[in-house]
């Protein structure tokens, strides 16, 4: 079977196949936490597919990790490059990375020679231990590799909270090379960018670029089908400050965000700039009228309540924006 389009709906519809694809795919049972693993004979939560030539995505669930997923809530992507793989997101856990590595087998005969970590969190450096023990270096940005060796035995034990057994072989395992600003890789067939771009959702958030095919991989810099969340030391201005200095003028054609499914940058600043903005404009509104802590949680956010983990989250972001701003 040819590999599904994703961008169907903004290009000429060529089949009845992606015609239907494109008809489930914008709906919003698609998204739904509650819809059954898409790969049932894989720990992969989906099968990856091709979203532009050369560059596939296994789409994560949208729905908080778990052991139904395997942690397998964010995307994992990999280039095809002509003289080697290069893999987007090292996997919540060993078993998800070697899940990955299968599915590359089954596309190509080139190794795998790099391994991209998007940020310090688990389900980008959890699968680190599988990586390494095959001898592949992995690159991550210098904070993200500080966040995850100060907290990574915290994030593999919460990870084993709710995998089980599905954590045997997961390690902690950081990165094996660092960088700050920008690190750029020639391959094969591709010029690739790995960008820090500035403060976003957590430390060391960084984009992968692909200028000539105008594509961003833009890890948690980017959100739509589900809501975004905040952390304690989120600074979501500074956020809003790093996509419109920086992430916009990327100008990318397609986007693969770091949970959801590929789209475009209408869709990711609808749901992440502008909800932040939406977000901090209500919890202004809220401290000139002399509003507290306990009430802004519940500041309207009705408008983006259709996404996934919106329940989960909803309260939460505002609490933190609220204690963010309260003295800006």
């Not at 990955?100 to 005969?109: N, S």
Request: glycine content about 8%.
């Amino acid at each position: 079977m040819p590999p599904f389009d994703y961008f169907a709906p903004f290009r000429p519809v060529k089949a009845a196949l992606f015609a239907a694809f494109t008809l489930v795919a914008s709906s919003a049972a698609w998204a739904s936490q509650d819809i059954p693993d898409m790969y049932p004979g894989s720990v992969l939560y989906s099968k990856p597919v091709e979203f532009i030539p050369h560059v596939f995505s296994a789409i994560g669930a949208t729905a908080p990790p778990g052991k139904a997923n395997a942690g397998h809530n964010n995307n994992l992507t990999f280039i095809v490059t002509g003289e080697g793989v290069i893999v987007i997101n090292g996997g919540a856990c060993a078993l998800l990375a070697e899940a990955l590595h299968d599915e590359i087998k089954k596309v190509t005969d080139e190794p795998v020679r790099l391994v991209i970590n998007e940020n310090g969190q688990g389900h980008a450096m959890l699968g680190n231990s599988y990586w390494a023990k095959q001898g592949v270096p992995i690159l991550a940005h210098s904070d993200a590799a500080e966040e995850f060796t100060a907290h990574g035995y915290e994030i593999l034990e919460r990870m084993k909270g709710y995998n089980e057994e599905l954590a045997e072989g997961t390690e902690v395992v950081p990165p094996t090379e660092t960088f700050d600003d920008k690190y750029v890789i020639d391959m094969g067939r591709f010029h690739i960018e790995v960008l820090h771009l500035g403060p976003a959702h957590s430390s060391g958030d960084i984009s992968v670029w692909l200028p000539e095919q105008g594509l961003v991989i833009a890890g948690d810099m980017a959100f739509h089908e589900r809501m975004l969340p905040i952390f304690d030391d989120t600074e979501t201005g500074a956020w809003i400050d790093t996509w419109e200095n920086e992430f916009e003028k990327l100008n990318a054609t397609y986007v693969i965000p770091g949970h959801g499914h590929p789209t475009n940058m209408d869709q990711v600043r609808r749901y992440t700039h502008d909800y932040l903005v939406y977000l901090r404009g209500k919890i202004r509104e809220h401290l000139d009228n002399g509003g507290t802590l306990d009430d802004a949680y519940y500041v309207d956010q009705s408008p983006y309540e259709h996404l996934d983990t919106y329940e989960e989250l909803a309260t939460k972001n505002a609490g933190f924006v609220y204690v963010e701003m309260e003295f800006e």
